[in-house]
Structure formats: C-alpha cells, structure tokens
C-alpha cells in the first residue's frame, strides 16, 4: 500500500499535475499551490478554514501568455525556512521578526508564441499573512501588458478602499460597502472576512514597475474574484522590462483582529535591506511651518504683501521652534515660480527670502530650515535640478526637503503611480541619498515598504490629509476618517496627515474646519504615524495653549507599538514607547462621531515600577460640534495593574504621556 502510493506521487509529479503547499512557520496559514489543467493556482486557508479560493496566476506579455499550459520543471521544490531580526533606524519598533516559510515553483509553457516560456512562482508565508511574486528568466527586452493575477475570496465581506480612477493623488475618504459593488480599487484594500478574521491586500518592494489595482468581480457561487489591474502607460503598455525580471510582491495580511493588521511588518520585510550604510544623518522629528496660514488664505506662496516665506516670518517660526523644541521649519513657496509664467527654480530664492541667512540662523539655534520642491508634476524639471539643488541644500545645512506634484499627469503624460512615476521617485530618493537629504513626497505613488532599502525616504502623503479641512467645499474631512486611515492608508507606511491643529475659526469656506475636538488633535500625533511628524497650525494658534505641552515631547520614532483596541471607522487607541532608552510611553485615542467610554489596562508597562501619567483628555462637556476646545489636564500615579478609563467626547480623543518614576 505504501509503495503505491509513493508510486502515483512520483507519476503525478512527473506528469506535472503537481501540488505544492507551503505554511507558515505557527501552521495558522497554509498556501496551496498547483497546475489546474496547465493554468498555475493558488489557494489560502487559515486555521483549516479556506480564506482564498483557486485562482489563477499568470503573465499577459505583448507576444505570448505565461500561465495557459505550464509544466513543472526542475527538481521538486523544497520549502526553505528563514529567520532573522533587523534593526530599525526609525520606525514603529526598533527591531522587526522576519520569519517565513518560502517555496518557489518553476514552470514552463508547453506552447508559446511568446520569446519568454520560463516562469517562476516565489511564496512567502508568514505567521501574519503570505506574499508572491513572479520572477521571468532570460535576456533581452519585452512588454508586460498585464498580470492575470486572481484573488478569490471565498465569499464576499464588507470592504474599505478608495475607487483608483476618480480619487487623484489617493486623497480620499475610505468608505465601507461590500466588496462585490465596488468599482475598481486602490490598495491597500482592507477586508472584514468574517467577525474575527481581516484581510488587508497591498504590494511590497514596487521597483520598476507598475502599481497595482483590483477590480472585483462576483461569482455566482457567492465568491468575489479579485482582478488585477495594473496601472498603464498612455500607451497601453503597463510595465517595460529588460532581462532577468521580479514584479513587486503581492501581499496579504491576514490577523484576528483589525487593531493587529496595524503591527504586520510583512511588507517591510519584503523590501530589501537598506542600501544606506551609515545613518547616523537620518532623524525624524517634529516640524512647523508656514503652511496652514496659506490654505487659510492668511499669506501666499508666491511674492507679494502677505508672501508668507519672507526671511523675516520664517525666523519668526525658528524662534518658536527652538523655544518649543521642533526640530525644524518648512517654509512652501520660498522659491521663484509660484507666479504666473515664471521659471521654476529650486536654485535659488524669492528676493524677500535670503535663505542662506535663514539656514544660518535655523542652525545656531539647533534648528533645519526643510526645503520644498512643488513642480506641479513636472517630474523632469525635479530631475534636470535635483543633482545640483539637493547639493546646494546641504552645503546650507538642509537635511529634508518635501517635494510635490500638483498635476494630473506626470509631466503632462503619464500616471504617477504608472511605471513612468514609480521611476521617478526612485531616481529622486536615491539622488537624495546621495547628497544626505531626507525626503517628505507629496502626491506620490502608494508606499509599498520601500523606507527599508531607502530610509531617508521618511514619509509620504497619498492621503486626504488636514488642507482640506481649510477649504474644501464638503466641510472638510468627516470625524470617521481618522478613525479609518490606520486600518487603510495607514497599513502602507508613514503618512504626513499633518494633525494638530488648535484653532478651528477664520473659516474660508462655511462649515469648513476640522470636525474634531482638541484632544482629538493631540491623540492624531501619536494615531497617524509619521517618523516627521507635524503640528500643522500656524504658530499664533499655539502660543500660550496648554495643549502644545504634550506635542512638545512627543517622539516621533519608536522602540515599540501597541494597538489595544480599535474599530475601524469608529475608534482606536495606540501605545507606543519611546525609543532613546527612557521608558516613556505614549497614547492616543480617538473616535468618530459617537462619544464612547474605553478601558485602557497599563499591562505593557515594566512590571514593579510606578510611572506619572499625564492625561490630556476632553471635557465633560466637549464636543466637536458645540464646545471643541474643552479638556482638561491631569495626573495620576500608575502602575501595570491600574486601568485608566478613556471617556472620549464625541469626535474626541485622549493623548496621555506616561513617564517612570525613577
């Protein structure tokens, strides 16, 4: 008996209708693999309970498919374990696991018109979620017109995401619906499978190539086959390849409970290490700037009577930044072209703005003066000036500098987060590297992990982020939003949301101002996490505002993160401890519209030690409506086995420093 039954497992694989399985290191998640017919499928269970159903792989190149009538080749494949601990120079925690099962599965078209026939099928498992690639051997040029990448959830579920073809620069509101009625979809898309089970799928490690999209499709057995679609050229073509070729990785997370979607470290680990050996000039902080006076139409970008980038104004914020202790100061619209027909320079300055007398200044007193390149998506203006203004820059002692892309198209023709754009910033952060400059993008392709492999790319936007809480004619940002992006935009990396904002009057549109409470705004400084991290309001509103006590020691990098408790779109809570060894911890709350009462117990501080907790909390009557300004300040003694109950008006929070006592 037992002979054969090895006897019709060697004949199955010889005749390459072969199964292959691989789990992840716990077994909680299994990957199965096979060739169904010729046509390479996967399928996902977790704890024995299938999640994804069979579904195809496979590559639409310009003269041929890969995916229609494949063999195994080779010898049988074996699962290659890895386990390794890295160190972070910044980031959420100071060290991350990487620990995964691997199997990679060679296979070869039978009949093919296409110059490739050779594909291979690389799977990671992990203990939260699985991730997989295609990697195409062989030489010479060839086009990829698109993935025939399939992901088929097992039934459908209530979803969160963005539509990709009417959201520009991914500044959108995430809106809950079930997921067989969406339109086409960014990721990363976050998915309530079942009560106690989420999904988040996204990509890691988008290196030359294009970004992707799903589209969902319903069956009629009940499932939702996910398509992918991948972002094009104008002219059709979505990704140009040359010799030996991997495409990003495709993730999904996969955890109990929503608030551990936010600790996954998966698609850090799918990047690659960083190729900066020395970082000591890497340094996250908080930042001002003269930013939110623009949008509130209280001074200009370009020159003229209320230009707000003056040498006078910007040392005016310098001032305030070293008495307050922010590390440094972004001042947009310092540089000639924010007026009508003039040439964008990012050599030089507005006459009313001698910037090497602000960087001199900024530096005496322990400050950086942040530079901004807006090109309004002239991605090739950047690249014909970066070399020579990213070297500028650091001669006067810049470190960071915020680019953006205001325009539909990158310059004028193609997609940001097409091939084309994905490029661009590469050559952008890497020119950046070079020169010791840290990167803020604006308008930029989804982050997919990339800050392993590049760390001085410190954080992006891609979000619906505070300006439209100035003047954007809906109102402004709904008090769910914030609530929502941790478990949506937030799963792709660092966001410059730009929170903290303390005064919501001199409104520029009616109704149009932030919908949340004061203590809503200091627990967004910890939620929203960015290594640069901004307290967005202009300097007038914070002068004498208790409140800016907790903002002023709140770190913006981390040796740990907790989440615990959170509900997407209603509420969450985050700890994090501070990462330069003096046992700090930090916490924001927030909900959305409905005020609610939480239990918060001090488990994860050190045993035995007693710790000073400052609470930044709303007032019994706050609300965000009718009285957002009201919280109270107070201190209580605590240890791990005390429990602080978080009453949180409604669109409220709580921000709390917990400090050991020595």
Known sequence: MTRNIILAALLTFATHAAAWTVGSPSGHITVNLSLDHGRPTYSVSYLNKPVIAPSTLGMQLADGTLGQNMVATGAKPKVVAHDETWVQPWGEDDTVRNHYNEITIALKERKTTSSRQHMNIIVRAYDDGFAFRYELPGDGDFQIMDELTQLRLAHD???????????????????????????????????EYAPDLFLAIHEANLTDYASINLTPRPQPDGSVT????????????????????????????????????????????????????????????????????????????????????TTQNVKRYIDFAAKHGFASVLAEGWNPGWGQGEHISYLKAYPDFDIQDVCSYALAQGVRFIGHMESWGRAALIESQMDSAFAWYNSMGINTVKTGYVGQLLDGKELAKSQYGIRHYRRVIECAARHHIMIDNHEPAMPTGLQRTWPNLMTQEGVRGQEYNAWSAD??????????????????????????????????????????TLAKQLGEFVVLYSPLQMAADAIENYDGQPALTFIESCPTTWSRTLVPHGKIGEYITVARKERNGTGRWFVGSITNEQNRTLTLPLHFLDKGRSYKAVIYEDAADADYESNPYAMTIRQACVTADDVITLRLARSGGCAIRLEPIE
Request: net charge neutral; glycine share 8%; aromatic share 10%.
């Open 157 to 191: 579920a209530p979803a969160w995401s963005i539509p990709s073809n009417r959201t520009a620069y991914f500044e959108g509101i995430y809106e809950r619906a079930p997921l067989s009625q969406k339109d086409t979809v960014c990721t990363p898309l976050t998915i």
């Open 226 to 309: 996910l398509l992918t679609a991948l972002t094009p050229w104008q002219n059709h073509v979505k990704v140009y390849a040359t010799g030996h070729t991997v495409t990003p990785w495709r993730t999904v997370i996969i955890s109990p409970t929503a608030s551990d979607l936010l600790l996954s470290r998966m698609m850090l680990n799918l990047n690659e290490p960083s190729r900066i050996h020395d970082t000591s000039w890497i340094e996250p902080g908080r930042y001002i700037g003269i930013w939110w006076s623009i949008h509130k139409k209280k001074n200009t970008w370009e020159m003229g009577p209320t230009h707000g980038a």
């Open 475 to 516: 109102g402004g940002n709904p008090p769910s939003h914030t609530v929502t992006l941790p478990f949506t935009r937030g799963l792709a990396g660092p966001m410059d949301f730009t929170p903290a904002i303390f005064n919501q009057g001199d409104e520029i549109v009616p109704g149009t101002h932030p919908h949340s």
